[in-house]
């Protein structure tokens, strides 16, 4: 029997009762799609899947895409590997933000597959958008609809957390760290699925509200990086090798935390095909 059970007030749900390397019917499709929905990030555990098996879970979901920095594993382009080993002190994406909204077509989600876990630490943590602009005031949520933000894929906090990846494993080398993705995307977009609103700025990836300086935004930007990640907008995972995590691009950021120096953490990625945020 499939089971949904919270994780969190804010977001978050674990589902049981399935083996992912099964085929999957209609219906536990179906329930799977809405769980995502309602509780915009969703977790399985003790899954043993190969990367063939991932794939196909992958596709039952959406349309996987390959990642614009970091090359795929052997055979599979859209799988990368997400890895930070035991004489590494930087580990990939280590900031709060949502997946490359430097896009032009930014991704409705991503699939983390745990590999290996350091025997503590590594968690990683997601943030509710939704809540995020829900909890703004009117004025404020008034100034926001008709703003646009400029995002960038080199802003400097966020290129420090994957320079060593795509030193060692980018599509072509170290070259590619100095190719910039830039994009303009409504500061609140609407989920195409909910009909929701959801703050879609980020610290990692924003740069500065169109047609303003980056020192006129900054304030304002300040402010909205602090709010969206307030504790009690958000879920903590804690991961176990097999365990996967399935989020919702479009109205979470996510943050994994950097606290396993000395230890390794390898985790198998898949990044989903998503529409220009409107």
């Not at 895409?65 to 994406?93: D, M, S």
């Not at 994009?183 to 610290?203: F, M, S």
């Not at 509200?209 to 969206?228: K, N």
């Amino acid at each position: 029997m499939l089971s949904v059970n919270n994780i969190a007030g804010a977001l978050g749900a674990e589902i049981g009762g399935i083996d992912l390397r099964d085929p999957l019917g209609t219906e536990t499709l179906t329930t799977m799609r809405q769980a995502l929905l309602d509780h915009l990030v969703i977790f399985f555990r003790d899954q043993q899947l190969t990367s063939e098996q991932f794939m196909q879970f992958a596709r039952s979901m959406g349309e996987p895409v390959e990642y614009p920095f970091v090359k795929g594993i052997e055979g599979f382009p859209q799988i990368i590997q997400v890895a930070k080993l035991e004489h590494e002190r930087v580990n990939f994406g280590g900031i709060w933000h949502s997946d490359t909204a430097y896009l032009q077509r930014p991704p409705m989600g991503s699939m983390l597959l745990a590999r290996e876990v350091p025997p503590v630490g590594g968690d990683t943590l997601f943030a509710n958008q939704y809540l995020a602009y829900e909890t703004l005031s009117p004025g404020m949520q008034r100034m926001l609809e008709n703003l646009r933000a400029v995002h960038t894929s080199a802003k400097a906090d966020a290129s420090k957390t994957r320079e060593d990846r795509i030193a060692s494993d980018g599509r072509a080398g170290v070259n590619e760290a100095k190719q910039e993705y830039v994009a303009e995307h409504p500061v609140v977009r609407t989920h195409p699925e909910t009909g929701r609103k959801a703050l879609y700025v980020n610290i990692a990836h924003t740069l500065r509200f169109a047609d303003m300086t980056e020192a006129e935004s900054a304030p304002l930007l300040r402010y909205l990086f602090e709010h969206q990640v307030k504790p009690e907008f958000t879920c903590r995972f804690q991961w176990r090798a097999g365990s996967i995590a399935f989020w919702d691009n479009r109205c979470t950021q996510h943050n994994p935390v950097n606290d396993y120096h000395g230890y390794r953490r390898v985790m198998h990625r898949i990044t989903l095909a998503g529409d220009r945020p409107q």
